[in-house]
């Protein structure tokens, strides 16, 4: 089982949401579906970043530093190798 933070970001006003999930791409449908009250204002979400930890505490601790990060420093982030987004997604089948 991975440990992720995952990051998303509004189609309404392209601000970012910075989460921990298991499973981030359901997590996604989750939020896109109304399920979240912080979220549900801003649909629909894109998944834009995906972060894989080898614990939970490491995520949970990592997803702390992420709801931090100012603006520009998170778009930083995103284009970095560590965002594993593509390849997760292509190693899920989608």
Known sequence: ???YV???????????YKGFSVHPVQRTAQHNAGEMT???R???WQLVGIFSYGS???????EKKFKKMDHFRLQAKLKTADNILETYLRDIGL
């Open 1 to 3: 089982m991975g440990f």
């Open 6 to 16: 995952y990051v998303l970001q509004s189609d309404v006003d392209s601000t970012y």
């Open 38 to 40: 912080y979220t549900s």
């Open 42 to 44: 801003k649909i629909p």
């Open 56 to 62: 939970k505490r490491d995520a949970l601790i990592a």
